[in-house]
């Protein structure tokens, strides 16, 4: 939507193509991780001379990374509307977050067999409940209400859109819905939060999880929002210094939250980051970045839909909304084909597989897809370049032999 958004770094990167030459990269792939924008780097690069541990001491350094890593919690705050009570602990990703909150929930959580690994595994810690999506959106939130009034649950863990098909749930609705039935609703944003904005005050949400690395900030920081009274009740995720108001030959006194789950050196380049990337989004008027990404994920959806052997995967055939995340198959072509020849002969980059999504794909009697995913990065010309490579497979076949797997070729 500006043009200092846009300019992501990794934008114009060249890549070597199979037949000869080189072409710039489209990338199809902000789902799995999003180039940094200049704004990160830029933050990040600021902050490097200043490289020191934070809350260990009165060093100029110590002091200016310290004051830098508390600030990033209150960006991210900004970023989520949070509510006063609500503590953002820094962590390393969005599995990460999950795993941390895993270990403070005191009782079972209720999950859709839809959601990402890292948001259906970490719940068995105290009793995990399946909930089988169902064709419709409807029909599946009802199956959520009968769960949650059966018997008592203290979590309702979601997804806030899919990242296999960018379906977009309805998080007030279901927010309601877990406080009526006297549960807490945690949202594991990792594809949400890149493309929309979020008020946790206003929605209701409780808790909420995304990565760095998804969010145009580098690889190796998350973030965990939530009501202190759980994650303050919790043993510390790690136990070691930072973590401790006092420690004993015998016992420790553990700090409260955000510290009791942050033992340890912290990733102070990465919060930072994620707190650059969270100011950078926030000056974005929410409307227009909808509309942007709208306009150009339409354009994708309906580009694929007039290829003919392009088949759109969907969870809900009545989803009213998603971000820009379309996952398809081609007839005749594995996916592994497919993307090992767009990679080969066009320099497109998407992702092929399962998605950590074993459950969806299997409910969906899929082996594997692809996923086409958009960001600010993507340009139309982008997006025509993926259909008529995709159009050139279908009715020409590819100009070289590609192994089935891993996106090697024999040319
Ligand atoms: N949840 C969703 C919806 C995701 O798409 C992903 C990343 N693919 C994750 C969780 C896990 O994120 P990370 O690998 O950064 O922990």
Redesign the pocket.
């Known amino acids: 939507p500006t043009c200092a958004l846009a300019a992501v770094s990794g934008a114009d990167l060249r890549v070597p193509l199979v037949q000869g030459g080189t072409s710039t990269y489209a990338n199809f792939d902000y789902?799995?991780s999003a180039p940094a924008l200049r704004q990160v780097t830029d933050r990040i690069s600021q902050l490097l001379p200043y490289y020191a541990s934070v809350h260990r001491g009165a060093g100029y350094a110590s002091r200016i990374s310290t004051e830098c890593y508390e600030a990033s919690r209150g960006s991210v705050a900004r970023f989520l509307d949070a509510d006063d009570d609500q503590v953002v602990v820094f962590t390393?990703?969005?599995?990460?977050s999950?795993n941390l909150l895993a270990g403070c929930v005191p009782g079972e959580t209720v999950v859709l067999d839809i959601?990402?690994h890292?948001?259906f595994l970490p719940w068995t810690r105290n009793g995990r409940r399946v909930v089988r999506a169902a064709a419709t959106l409807e029909e599946t939130i009802q199956r959520i209400v009968a769960e949650l009034c059966s018997r008592p649950a203290a979590l309702l863990a979601v997804?806030g859109?899919?990242?296999v098909t960018g379906e977009v749930l309805p998080l007030e609705r279901l927010a309601h819905i877990a406080h009526l039935c006297g549960a807490r609703i945690l949202v594991?944003a990792?594809?949400l939060a890149p493309h929309r904005r979020i008020s946790l005050r206003e929605s209701g949400i409780d808790y909420l999880?995304f990565?760095g690395?998804?969010l145009y900030a580098p690889f190796g920081s998350?973030v965990l929002v939530g009501r202190r009274d759980w994650l303050d009740a919790a043993d510390p995720y790690l136990a070691g210094g930072g973590a401790v108001r006092n420690v004993g030959v015998a016992e420790a006194e553990w700090a409260p939250a955000p510290q009791r789950h942050e033992a340890g050196s912290p990733n102070v380049l990465g919060a930072a980051a994620i707190a650059a990337a969270c100011d950078a989004l926030a000056a974005i008027d929410p409307e227009e970045l909808v509309a942007h990404e709208r306009a150009l994920a339409d354009r994708l959806r309906d580009g694929l839909a007039a290829i003919p052997g392009v088949n759109p995967v969907r969870i809900w055939s009545d989803s009213p909304d998603s971000v820009g995340i379309v996952a398809f198959t081609v007839d005749g072509y594995t996916p592994g084909h497919v993307a090992a020849y767009l990679s080969a002969e066009h320099a497109i980059g998407l992702r092929d597989g399962r998605?950590?999504a074993h459950p969806l794909l299997t409910s969906l009697g899929l082996d594997a897809a692809l996923r086409a995913s958009i960001g600010l990065g993507t340009t139309p010309a982008d997006i025509d370049r993926l259909i008529t490579a995709l159009t050139t497979l279908v009715t020409t076949g590819p100009t070289w032999t590609y192994a089935p797997t891993n996106g090697h070729w024999n040319p």
């Open positions: 789902a799995a390393r990703n969005t599995t990460d999950l959601e990402h890292a948001n997804t859109a899919s990242n594991d990792a594809q999880a990565s690395h998804k998350g998605f950590c």
